[in-house]
């Protein structure tokens, strides 16, 4: 074979290798993907506002038998993220290791919806998200499973209605605002004012996006994002069907209340850290985190750039004995990566 | 035997022509898709901004231009987030009253359940019928 034959078999082995790419994209994005519900069947047993309450049900449609487990996601994102597939959703196998799962879905902010405070969230929502849970499940206490946002809303509520919870799992949850990394310390040294408590706006989801693509490099550029995607065509169909769906919900953040962000970042970001320092309210209640009695799993992850691992850690030095457990992986990959598992079954054996 | 197999590879140029049949079929797959397929759209244009996202369109700063700033009169927005606080208030005045319906209807069947506290069951006075039986007291009055 002659010099120029070698060439001409590389642009022809070059030329097969894209056109296989964009045929394993064009079979990808014409089979059904993702469209942003959770996989589990369940039914909605509470609605308020755009809150609905969802107990996951089993093979014959009936809810499962056990102590309750209510799922709190961040209100800034989509629930489904504790329910993606069959097969690898946190909820379901919670469900299937013998609880009574409900999950609050908070939905999509509306324009009014910018006047919610962290007291509409604590005192409101999940407060009656849990009188139904108790209510339906027959129960005088709820194990409460936190995630991100969600485990800082589910902290606040279980110090005010500490009778309620019997376990309380903090995902990812930052409690130390002075730690470096995360959205509101990259905010606060970049020198931006936060949003506006009195004079709230209802912060568009593309510009919630854009805080969390700020803290993955790379991930803010469009040039960069598509390199991605035409690197990753080369994986297998099912680990692309797997990012298509995490990508559904990567992608697909919610709009977020300007009055609860204004809010969460007075009290909590850098400079303030009110649950470090002891001076967290709600609806100007203080927060009195010694009400805190009952088992507290705390779980951070080693490459989360979003809630940085120590911050979440700290939970030790406020909730001395709390149980916290740092896992390999980043902020969405331990509650539904592949290595999720892991972290499911350390929170099935907590909450038995 | 062996020279016949060597015969019978395609030469470069006859796989070259192949591989440009092959484009010409993956770039009529995803015309056809576009045409017949309204999500493929959709689904194409997120995947060309580097997302998978599946059924809407990937979020960019022109769909929120709109949401941006604070509405100059609030008055409205005010008004329905009140609303929404309200039925909270009213989900949880519901609630304890279904606490207090389940709580008494336990506490009766405790109570009839209790041993010593199985009466025989008692002929209901016939209230129903006096009341409606002319020349009662209650039937006087409400004539």
């Not at chain 1, 642009?11 to 519900?37: F, I, M, N, P, V």
């Not at chain 1, 946002?149 to 376990?167: F, H, N, Q």
């Not at chain 1, 469009?222 to 995607?229: I, K, Q």
């Not at chain 2, 030469?11 to 770039?27: C, F, M, P, S």
């Amino acid at each position: 074979m002659t010099d120029r034959e070698r060439e001409l078999e590389a642009l022809l082995a070059l030329s097969e290798r894209g056109r296989a790419k964009l045929d394993r994209l064009h079979s990808l994005l014409t089979s059904a993907g993702h469209y942003g519900a959770g996989a589990t069947p369940y039914t909605v047993v509470y609605t308020e506002n755009k809150l609905r309450l969802l107990r996951l049900l089993d093979a014959d449609g009936k809810p499962h038998a056990g102590p309750p487990v209510l799922f709190i996601p961040a209100p800034v994102s989509r629930y489904f993220i504790v329910d993606l597939l069959p097969g690898r959703s946190f909820a379901g196998h919670i469900a299937a290791a013998g609880f009574d799962v409900f999950i609050a879905d908070f939905g999509e902010p509306t324009a009014e919806d910018r006047f919610c405070d962290i007291a509409y969230y604590v005192d409101g929502l999940i407060r009656r998200s849990v009188r139904k849970t108790l209510a339906l499940s027959r129960a005088a206490q709820v194990n409460v499973v936190g995630y991100c946002l969600g485990g800082t809303l589910s902290l606040l509520y279980t110090a005010l209605y500490p009778e309620s919870v019997a376990r309380l799992v903090l995902l990812t949850t930052t409690v130390d605002g002075d730690v470096k990394g995360g959205i509101p310390w990259v905010a606060h040294k970049m020198g931006l004012g936060g949003e506006s408590y009195d004079t709230p706006r209802l912060v568009p989801a593309v510009e919630v996006k854009s805080w969390f693509e700020m803290l993955a490099p790379g991930s803010n550029s469009v040039a960069g994002r598509v390199n991605d995607l035409w690197d990753r065509l080369d994986d297998p169909p099912e680990r692309l069907r797997d990012a298509r769906t995490m990508s559904t919900w990567v992608d697909d953040i919610v709009p977020a209340p300007g009055r609860l962000l204004a809010e969460l970042y007075q009290q909590f970001g850098p400079g303030r850290n009110g649950l470090m320092a002891g001076t967290a309210a709600v609806g100007g209640r203080a927060v009195d985190l010694a009400a805190i009695t009952m088992p507290l799993l705390s779980v951070s992850a080693e490459k989360d750039a979003i809630a940085p691992a120590d911050g979440v850690d700290a939970i030790k030095s406020i909730v001395p004995h709390a149980n916290v457990i740092r896992l390999s992986g980043g902020h969405v990959g331990i509650v539904a990566g592949r290595s999720a598992p892991v972290l499911w079954q350390r929170v099935a054996e907590f909450l038995a | 035997m062996a020279e016949d197999k060597t015969n019978n590879e395609p030469t470069l140029v006859e796989r070259w022509l192949r591989d440009q049949q092959q484009w010409q079929r993956t770039i009529l797959s995803y015309l056809d898709s576009m045409v017949k397929d309204e999500d493929f759209l959709v689904h194409l244009g997120n995947a060309m901004r580097g997302s998978l996202l599946a059924g809407k369109p990937y979020p960019t700063a022109s769909t929120a231009m709109s949401d941006q700033e604070p509405p100059a009169d609030d008055r409205l927005d005010r008004v329905l987030f009140a609303l929404h606080q309200l039925q909270g208030q009213l989900n949880d005045l519901a609630m304890t009253l279904d606490e207090i319906r389940d709580a008494v209807g336990g506490a009766r069947k405790i109570a009839s359940a209790a041993p010593g506290n199985q009466k025989p069951p008692q002929r209901r006075p016939p209230s129903k019928s006096a009341a409606t039986k002319p020349g009662t007291r209650r039937a006087k009055r409400r004539a």
